[in-house]
C-alpha cells in the first residue's frame, strides 16, 4: 500500500506540474502573441537567423515539441523550405533547456512553497480584472503551479528512492547504465510528450538521489531522441518536404544522442570545467547537481548544432534522398485536404493563425486564377473557332474550382474555430473573427466567377453575342477588377496602411464609374432597337463583375480593421 501511496503522489505532483507548465505557456503565448508572428519573419533568413528564431519559439513557448510540430506544419504549408526548418529545429533544440535552467535555478535554491503559492495568487487575480495585463496573470498562474507541482514531486521522490532499490542497481557508472538511462529517458518523454518537463522531472530525481548525476545526464539525451515522436506523429498525410522535416528532427536528436552517450564522461568533465560549483558524490539534495545538468542540456544541444551547422544542405540531401519525391502530389489535388496535428492547436494556437492566412491568401489566388480564365477566354471568343467548346471548358473548370473552393472554405473554417478553443489574446480572437469573414468573401467571389462564365456559356449556346463595340468597353472593365483583385491577394495577411485603403477605394471607385457607363451602353442599345434579351445578358455580367470588386473592397477594409 504504501508503493500505490507514493505513486498517486507522484502522478498528482506530474499533473499539477504540467498542467502549470501548460498554462503558463498559454499566458505567455497569449502576451507575446503579436511578436512571437515578429520574430517568425526570421525564419525566412539564413541559417543562423532560422536558429535564433527557433530559439526563441522554444523558449517562449517551452516545448520544441511544439515548435517542430509548427515547423512541420509550415513547410507542408509552403511557408518554410527544407533547409529552413533544419536551422529552425537546431535552434528548438537549444531553446528547450531553458526550462531546465529555469528550474535548477529557481526551483531548487529557493522554498519553493513561499514562492509558489504567492504565484498562483498573484496570477489568478490578474487573471480575473477586466484589464490589458490578464494574460501576463496567467503566465503568473502557471509559474505558480509549475513550481508547486515541482515542490510536492521533490517531497515525493525521497519515499521512491526508499521504495524503489531498482534504481540503485541500475545508477552505477559504466556505459550499461547509460544506455539504460537513456533508453528510460526515451520512454518517458515518449510518454509524457514534453522533453522539457521529462528534463525538469529528471533533474527533480538526481536532486533527491533518485538516480545518479551520470544516470540523470544519459536520460537526458535519451528525452532528446523521445521529442522527435510528435514531429513524427505531425508528418502522417502530409506532403513529402513535412515528412523530410519530421526526418531531419529524429536522425538529428538520434545522431546527437549516439555520438554523446559513448562520450559522457569528457561531456560531463567539460561541464564540470565551465560550470561553478563542485559536486559531492552521494551527497542528497545538492542544489549544485540541477545546475551541472541544465548545463549539460545546454552544452550538448549547442554542441550537436554547431557539428552539423555547416553540413545543412549535404543533410537536406540526405533526407531527399531516403524519401524520395512522390510524383502524385504534382498534380493538381481533385479535392482540398488541410492537414494538421490537432495537438499542435493546444500548443501554438497563436502561431497557428499563420498557417490559416497563407491558406487563405491560396483561396484567393484560386479565386484570382478563375476570374483571369474567364477574362482570357473572353478576350479571345471572337478569334476562336469553336465558341461552344471553349466556353463549355471554361465552365466545367470554374464549376471544379468552385467545388474545391467550397471544401476549402469548410476546412479553414474548422480549423480556426478549433483555434478559437484554446484560449488566444484579444488581437488573435478579432483576427479570427476578421480571417473568417474574409473566407466567407472569397468562397463568394469563387461562386460569383463561376455565374459569369455560365452567363458567358448562355451568350454563346444561345447565339446572344456580344458586338465588337460593346467588347471593346467591356474588356477594360474586366481588367480593372483583375487588377484589384491581385492587389487584394497580395495584401492578405499583411497589415494595409491608410494609403493603400484609400488606393483600394479608387479602384473600386472607378470599377463603379465602368459599370455605369457600360450600363448606359447596354440600355441605349436596347432603346435602338438591338436585340433585348442580349443587352440584358451584357448588362447582367456587367453587374455581376462589378459585385466582384464590391467583394474585393469588403476584404480590403476587413483587413484593415
Known amino acids: 500500500m504504501a508503493i500505490v501511496a507514493v505513486l498517486f503522489r507522484i502522478i498528482g505532483s506530474l499533473g499539477l506540474f504540467l498542467y502549470g507548465m501548460k498554462v503558463m505557456s498559454d499566458g505567455i503565448q497569449q502576451a507575446a502573441g503579436e511578436r512571437l508572428k515578429r520574430v517568425l519573419n526570421f525564419m525566412t533568413g539564413n541559417r543562423f537567423m532560422a536558429i535564433i528564431t527557433g530559439f526563441a519559439i522554444t523558449a517562449i513557448i517551452q516545448s520544441s515539441s511544439a515548435t517542430t510540430v509548427m515547423v512541420v506544419s509550415f513547410v507542408n504549408a509552403g511557408l518554410l523550405t527544407l533547409t529552413q526548418s533544419i536551422g529552425v529545429i537546431m535552434g528548438a533544440n537549444i531553446g528547450t533547456t531553458v526550462t531546465a535552467w529555469i528550474v535548477s535555478l529557481v526551483g531548487f535554491s529557493l522554498k519553493l512553497s513561499?514562492?509558489?503559492?504567492?504565484?498562483?495568487?498573484?496570477?489568478?487575480?490578474?487573471?480575473?480584472?477586466?484589464?490589458?495585463?490578464?494574460?501576463?496573470?496567467?503566465?503568473?498562474?502557471?509559474?505558480?503551479?509549475?513550481?508547486?507541482?515541482?515542490?510536492?514531486?521533490?517531497?515525493?521522490?525521497?519515499?521512491?528512492?526508499?521504495?524503489?532499490?531498482?534504481?540503485?542497481?541500475?545508477?552505477?557508472?559504466?556505459?550499461?547504465?547509460?544506455?539504460?538511462?537513456?533508453?528510460?529517458?526515451?520512454v518517458f518523454t515518449l510518454l509524457i510528450h514534453s522533453s522539457s518537463a521529462s528534463t525538469a522531472i529528471m533533474l527533480t530525481m538526481a536532486f533527491n538521489g533518485v538516480v545518479s548525476y551520470e544516470m540523470a545526464a544519459a536520460m537526458i539525451l535519451g528525452a532528446n531522441i523521445g521529442t522527435t515522436i510528435d514531429a513524427a506523429l505531425a508528418a502522417i498525410g502530409t506532403k513529402t518536404t513535412a515528412k523530410r522535416t519530421a526526418l531531419v528532427h529524429v536522425l538529428f536528436n538520434?545522431?546527437?544522442?549516439?555520438?554523446?552517450?559513448?562520450?559522457?564522461?569528457?561531456?560531463?568533465?567539460?561541464?564540470?570545467?565551465?560550470?561553478?560549483?563542485?559536486?559531492?558524490?552521494?551527497?542528497i539534495h545538492d542544489p549544485i547537481i540541477p545546475t551541472h545538468l541544465a548545463m549539460l542540456h545546454t552544452v550538448f544541444n549547442m554542441v550537436n548544432t554547431l557539428l552539423f551547422l555547416p553540413f545543412v544542405k549535404p543533410f537536406a540531401a540526405l533526407v531527399s534522398f531516403i524519401i524520395k519525391e512522390d510524383k502524385t502530389e504534382k498534380a493538381a489535388p481533385e479535392h482540398?485536404?488541410?492537414?494538421?496535428?490537432?495537438?499542435?492547436?493546444?500548443?501554438?494556437?497563436?502561431?497557428?493563425?499563420?498557417?490559416?492566412?497563407?491558406?487563405?491568401?491560396?483561396?484567393?489566388?484560386?479565386?484570382?486564377?478563375?476570374?483571369?480564365?474567364?477574362?482570357?477566354?473572353?478576350?479571345?471568343?471572337?478569334?476562336?473557332?469553336?465558341k461552344e467548346s471553349a466556353v463549355a471548358a471554361l465552365t466545367e473548370e470554374l464549376k471544379q474550382k468552385e467545388a474545391y473552393a467550397d471544401e476549402m472554405r469548410e476546412a479553414l473554417s474548422y480549423f480556426l474555430m478549433e483555434c478559437t478553443r484554446e484560449q488566444l489574446n484579444f488581437h488573435s480572437?478579432?483576427?479570427?473573427?476578421?480571417?473568417?469573414?474574409?473566407?466567407?468573401?472569397?468562397?463568394?467571389?469563387?461562386d460569383e466567377s463561376y455565374a459569369i462564365s455560365l452567363l458567358l456559356e448562355r451568350s454563346v449556346r444561345k447565339n446572344q453575342l456580344f458586338k465588337e463595340k460593346e467588347m471593346d468597353a467591356l474588356v477594360p472593365y474586366v481588367n480593372q477588377v483583375e487588377d484589384f483583385l491581385a492587389v487584394v491577394q497580395e495584401h492578405l495577411g499583411r497589415k494595409v496602411s491608410k494609403e493603400q485603403i484609400?488606393?483600394?477605394?479608387?479602384?473600386?471607385?472607378?470599377?463603379?464609374?465602368?459599370?455605369?457607363?457600360?450600363?448606359?451602353?447596354?440600355?441605349?442599345?436596347?432603346?435602338?432597337?438591338?436585340?433585348?434579351?442580349?443587352?440584358?445578358?451584357?448588362?447582367?455580367?456587367?453587374?455581376?463583375?462589378?459585385?466582384?470588386?464590391?467583394?474585393?473592397i469588403e476584404i480590403a477594409e476587413t483587413i484593415a480593421r
Open 114 to 186: 513561499e514562492m509558489a503559492l504567492p504565484a498562483v495568487g498573484v496570477g489568478f487575480v490578474f487573471r480575473i480584472l477586466k484589464w490589458k495585463h490578464q494574460d501576463l496573470g496567467e503566465a503568473i498562474l502557471g509559474f505558480g503551479l509549475l513550481f508547486l507541482g515541482l515542490d510536492f514531486l521533490t517531497k515525493s521522490m525521497p519515499a521512491v528512492g526508499d521504495s524503489f532499490g531498482v534504481f540503485e542497481a541500475v545508477s552505477n557508472p559504466g556505459f550499461l547504465s547509460s544506455l539504460i538511462g537513456a533508453g528510460a529517458g526515451l
Open 254 to 283: 538520434v545522431a546527437g544522442t549516439c555520438w554523446a552517450l559513448p562520450l559522457l564522461k569528457p561531456l560531463l568533465a567539460l561541464v564540470a570545467l565551465v560550470t561553478p560549483g563542485t559536486i559531492v558524490p552521494g551527497l
Open 336 to 386: 482540398y485536404r488541410l492537414v494538421y496535428y490537432s495537438g499542435a492547436i493546444h500548443d501554438t494556437p497563436e502561431l497557428n493563425i499563420l498557417r490559416a492566412e497563407k491558406e487563405i491568401r491560396d483561396m484567393a489566388g484560386l479565386s484570382s486564377s478563375m476570374y483571369a480564365r474567364f477574362s482570357g477566354v473572353l478576350r479571345t471568343l471572337r478569334e476562336t473557332g469553336d
Open 429 to 446: 480572437e478579432r483576427r479570427v473573427s476578421q480571417l473568417l469573414r474574409v473566407i466567407s468573401i472569397i468562397e463568394d467571389m469563387t
Open 502 to 552: 484609400a488606393y483600394a477605394r479608387e479602384l473600386e471607385a472607378g470599377i463603379d464609374k465602368s459599370r455605369d457607363k457600360l450600363r448606359k451602353l447596354g440600355r441605349k442599345r436596347i432603346e435602338a432597337g438591338k436585340d433585348v434579351k442580349t443587352e440584358l445578358l451584357f448588362i447582367d455580367m456587367v453587374r455581376r463583375i462589378e459585385r466582384l470588386g464590391d467583394y474585393c
